[in-house]
């Protein structure tokens, strides 16, 4: 009897020892990732193709059985462009999968080719290719206004730069010459920056000669004229003055002299007047007195002492 109680005990002792020691080195079964499928999508066709952008929308038909972490374009002017090239996420993106990418920056003149791409948890998953040309790109267009002033030689202008285009501008001025289409290699007026409008001024030129002006821009794809405009400078002045000082002092002498300096250069190069003028400094009149016949009577006045009384 008292061996059936050994024998169980020892019996019991070796169960409890297995059970108290396997108990931690029960491994925990990981369920499987379910990384599903690559998705499925569509690319439309390109629209709203200009020079240097377009718009693509694609189409996300099935996610795979899993969530999509990104979605867009990828573009190149080679067939087949992938993930690794160049590629633009989606700036829209709808509830029924459509999604928006506006691709800016692009050449004019251009075959691109294009394919939508969705990636999950999977990887990346291309739509069907498309291709589409850019639009030629836009020259600015420069035009003269209204503004058309001749000397005898001098010549202003209004410039008017109507359409900026797709280029960028890097010069934009007047170019002139004796010649029909003058070009940068005659005679250039460059502006010191791009301006929409502006008004030039051309100096310097011979008296009663025809000119051809023309505005002008440079751009990287070369050098763009406006319309070409003929204008002739007239017939030089010839405008001289003597001055009877009559005893007036330095200040008023210098005064009455510089007024009349500055008329004769506008009469001579803005005029084609011929006149001779007698100025007569006239302490008794009030303001001036003049006459046709080729004199004028400058008082004391020193504000009346000034080229537009002359």
Same mark, same amino acid.
Do not use: M
């Given at each position: 009897m008292k061996k059936s109680i050994d024998l169980f005990l020892m019996l019991l002792f070796v169960i409890c020892s297995c059970s108290s020691g396997s108990s931690s080195e029960v491994a925990e079964v990981e369920e499987p990732d379910n990384v599903g499928e690559l998705a499925t999508l569509k690319t439309n066709e390109a629209e709203e193709i200009a020079a240097k952008q377009a718009v693509i929308w694609g189409m996300l038909e099935d996610n795979g059985g899993s969530s999509v972490f990104e979605r867009g374009v990828c573009y190149g002017t080679t067939?087949? !462009?992938?993930?690794?090239g160049t590629k633009k996420i989606a700036s829209v993106t709808k509830g029924s999968g459509e999604f928006k990418v506006d691709l800016t920056n692009l050449e004019g003149s251009t075959v691109y080719y294009a394919r939508a791409y969705v990636v999950n948890k999977k990887g990346v998953a291309y739509g069907n290719q498309v291709s589409f040309k850019t639009a030629d790109l836009a020259s600015p267009l420069l035009v003269l206004g209204t503004i058309k002033v001749a000397g005898a030689q001098d010549l202003f202008l209004d410039v008017i730069l109507?359409?900026?285009?797709?280029?960028?501008?890097q010069e934009i001025g007047?170019?002139?010459? $004796?010649?029909?289409?003058? $070009?940068?290699?005659?005679?250039k007026i460059a502006r010191s920056k791009v301006e929409d409008k /502006?008004?030039? *001024?051309? *100096?310097?030129? $011979? !008296?009663? $000669?025809l000119y051809y002006v023309r505005p002008y821009a440079v751009t990287p794809g070369g050098v763009?004229?406006?319309?070409? /405009?003929v204008i002739s400078t007239i017939k030089k002045g010839n405008f001289t003055y003597? /001055?009877?000082?009559n005893g007036a002092d330095a200040a008023t002498v210098t005064r009455i002299k510089a007024a009349f300096d500055l008329a004769t250069t506008y009469y001579n190069n803005f005029t084609s007047i011929v006149k001779h003028v007698t100025v007569n400094y006239s302490p008794g009149t009030p303001t001036a007195d003049a006459n046709f016949?080729?004199?004028?009577n400058m008082g004391a006045n020193a504000s009346y002492q000034k080229a537009g009384t002359a």
């Open positions: 067939a087949n !462009p992938n993930y690794e109507k359409e900026h285009g797709d280029l960028a501008i007047l170019v002139y010459n $004796t010649a029909t289409k003058p $070009t940068i290699a005659d005679n /502006f008004k030039e *001024r051309i *100096r310097n030129l $011979t !008296p009663e $000669t763009l004229y406006g319309e070409e /405009f003597s /001055f009877n000082q016949s080729g004199w004028i």
